[in-house]
């Protein structure tokens, strides 16, 4: 479907650091050293390998430079061609992976001030996920604290893969911090590369990763509802980004067929995890994985037995979709609606009243 609906949410778009020189005005002199003297490289391989045709539509692929790099480029392919009033950008750098907990926390720090500099500065529909680094919950919490003063800020952005279930009693000091300045969790595709991304070991190549990231998203939502964190903040939102949503409905069944025969095991979750997802969870839509015929697709929709749950994205600059079908021709202009405007609004607070 081409879009031609102006002033829509686009709730996923990646701007790329240029190298890790481009965060050195945003360090401190001591970790500008640190990064000369151990010579690190850029972080920027973890989510997506720059050169990997998924992680750029040809159109959109620059002569020079990474793809998303160009704040003119965004806002004129994505912004512009989109008709998109307001943008949020989601930062994917390899901050998650370091092994220093310090290190990772004064690069949080950096992409996030880069983030204020580079990007919101300079365009006003732009708003922003705070990026963490969850190796110390401590420092992520400060860091929420820090950038929530700022209320283009709009979500906090963790991923999939990491080395931890994310419903763990000891993260949900930053769900705390999040629920505080009504900020919801983006989950995104990616992770820390510490684990294996598949239960059976490592895959040869990157579509298997690629194809496993689906199964990363269902444990982290299984285990965001079985350890209780929504029982804990009932107004917490999660945003599960670039996660494909077909899975959902049959992932659903399983977890809310086993929840009625072992629900003694996990007495604090007193609703259904159907019921859950519905009022707590919300998915970005691209990738659309569904069937290529219209009928395939809404059959699998309707499963949702909501309109609620789906978020507009383009992802740009990644290669989700062929020309300007960045949603599905089968949707009908009401559910259009609440896709591009709604339900965007509905989930990110920040963006209607920004005062936190």
């Known amino acids: 479907m081409t879009l031609q609906l102006g002033s829509g949410i686009d709730c996923d778009i990646h701007p790329a650091v240029p190298s890790l020189t481009a965060l050195f005005p945003y360090l401190e002199d001591h970790w500008r050293e640190i990064v000369v003297t151990r010579g690190l490289d ?32 965004l806002a004129t392919d994505a912004l512009d061609h989109f008709g998109s009033g307001i943008a949020i950008v989601n930062c994917l750098y390899g901050i998650q992976a370091l092994f220093s907990e310090d290190l990772a926390a004064a690069l949080a720090r950096a992409v996030n001030d880069w ?42 952005l963790m991923l999939a893969g990491g080395d931890h279930p994310l419903g763990k009693r000891h993260l949900w000091p930053i769900y705390a911090a999040a629920t505080r300045h009504r900020l919801p969790i983006g989950i995104h595709a990616g992770g820390a590369y510490h684990h294996a991304p598949a239960p059976t070991g ?8 690629y194809v496993n990231q689906a199964q990363a998203f269902q444990t982290q939502l299984s285990s965001l509802i079985c350890e209780g964190v929504f029982n804990q903040f009932p107004d917490l939102k999660v945003v599960l980004l670039e996660s494909g ?11 809310t067929k086993y929840w009625r025969s072992l629900r003694m095991e996990i007495p604090w979750v007193d609703r259904s995890p159907t019921d859950i997802v519905r009022s707590n969870v919300r998915l970005s839509v691209q990738p659309i994985d569904g069937p290529p015929d219209s009928r395939g697709l809404l059959r699998i929709l309707d499963h949702f037995k909501s309109d609620e749950l789906l978020l507009f994205a383009t992802d740009y600059p990644h290669w989700n979709f062929d020309g300007d079908a960045a949603l599905p021709d089968c949707l009908d202009a009401g559910l259009v609606k609440k896709l591009r405007f709604d339900n965007p609004l509905a989930t990110y607070g920040r963006l209607l009243n920004p005062m936190t």
């Open 42 to 73: 850029d972080l920027d391989t973890i989510s997506y390998p720059p050169n990997a045709p998924i992680s750029c539509r040809p159109d959109w692929r620059p002569r020079a430079g990474k793809p998303g790099a160009d704040l003119g480029r």
């Open 115 to 156: 983030i204020v500099h580079e990007w919101l500065d300079r365009e006003p529909r732009l708003r922003a996920s705070i990026i963490i680094a969850p190796q110390s919950v401590e420092r992520a919490v400060d860091e929420i604290e820090r950038c929530a003063m700022d209320p283009r800020f709009v979500q906090v």
């Open 202 to 209: 490592w895959p040869a190549f990157y579509t298997e990763d």
């Open 245 to 255: 949503v077909t899975w959902l409905p049959a992932h659903l069944w399983r977890l």
